[in-house]
């Protein structure tokens, strides 16, 4: 079966570093777009951004040159690098598939913009 694991979460200053891994399995990696989604408590879940398989990225607005998304299609692997974090960006994180009708999602990592 398909299971996508995330991992990198955790508790940060203003300011700091996180990077996000998604290691994908039970999958053809190479043909999916891959996204990294979140959400806030009472917020509705939205995109951060997305790599298709192309390479072509789109990112939220919110978050346009302090995270880079890229993809090892060797190791089926996504990563969201993510700096000058903000408080505003403390959520969880869910690593997305998509193709065609098909989706994926992972269980999730916290991450947590604090001082």
């Known amino acids: 079966q398909v299971q996508l694991v995330e991992s990198g979460g955790g508790l940060v200053q203003p300011g700091g570093s996180l990077r996000l891994s998604c290691v994908a399995s039970?999958?053809?990696?190479?043909?999916?777009?891959m996204g990294w989604y979140r959400q806030a408590p009472g917020m509705q879940r939205e995109l951060v951004a997305l790599?298709?398989?192309?390479?072509?990225?789109n990112y939220a607005d919110s978050v346009k040159g302090r995270f880079t998304i890229s993809r090892d299609n060797v190791k089926n692997t996504v990563v969201l690098q993510m700096n000058s974090l903000k408080s505003e960006d403390t959520a969880a994180y869910s690593c997305?598939?998509?193709?065609?009708?098909?989706?994926?999602w992972g269980q999730g990592t916290q991450v947590t913009v604090s001082s």
């Open positions: 997305n598939a998509h193709s065609n009708r098909l989706d994926f």
């Open positions: 039970g999958l053809i990696f190479r043909v999916y777009t």
């Open positions: 790599i298709t398989s192309g390479n072509n990225t």
